[in-house]
């Protein structure tokens, strides 16, 4: 396995996460994503995509198998994507761009994202060997 593009996959992973949230959020400040989805897109719930983004760049540093961790982080990502699918079943993308662009877009972008990088986990998990310890 590749453990450059592992370690940068996981680095991008973290760092859409938190750029993402603190970019599209205006720091926490922005209420429309907030009100888009008050549940998962609260701003506790924004802190914790930053703190995953956080796990993933951590997880960057690890120099052994982190062969369950991506497993993880994969059903972590299908938990948004199955979230995000639902929502914008149920939701108007026009009408939530009318009230903000910055919300538009996080919305617009954010399932097909965490789609990317939950492909991205699992294949690590599928490819990773189990480290033993003794």
């Known amino acids: 396995m590749n453990q450059t593009l592992?370690?940068?996959?996981?680095?991008a992973a973290g760092l859409l996460n938190i750029g993402g949230?603190?970019?599209?959020?205006?720091?926490?400040?922005?209420?429309?994503?907030?009100h888009a989805d008050p549940i998962v897109m609260?701003?506790?719930g924004l802190l914790m995509i930053v703190v995953w983004g956080l796990a993933y760049i951590g997880a960057?540093?690890?120099?052994?198998s982190i062969?369950?961790?991506?497993a993880v982080f994969a059903i972590e990502k299908l938990v948004y994507v199955v979230i995000w699918t639902r929502w914008m079943m149920d939701n108007s993308l026009s009408s939530l761009y009318s009230i903000d662009v910055l919300a538009g877009i996080f919305y617009s972008i954010y399932g097909?994202?965490?789609?990317?990088?939950?492909?991205?986990?699992?294949?690590?998990?599928?490819?990773?060997?189990?480290?033993r310890f003794a």
Not at 112 to 131: E, G, H, I, P, Y
Request: hydrophobic share 60%.
């Open 112 to 131: 097909a994202n965490d789609f990317v990088f939950m492909l991205f986990f699992a294949w690590l998990f599928a490819s990773s060997k189990q480290t």
């Open 6 to 11: 592992v370690k940068n996959g996981l680095l």
């Open 60 to 64: 960057a540093t690890i120099t052994s």
């Open 42 to 44: 609260s701003n506790f």
């Open 21 to 34: 949230v603190l970019l599209f959020s205006l720091g926490f400040t922005n209420t429309a994503i907030n």
């Open 67 to 70: 062969k369950w961790l991506a």
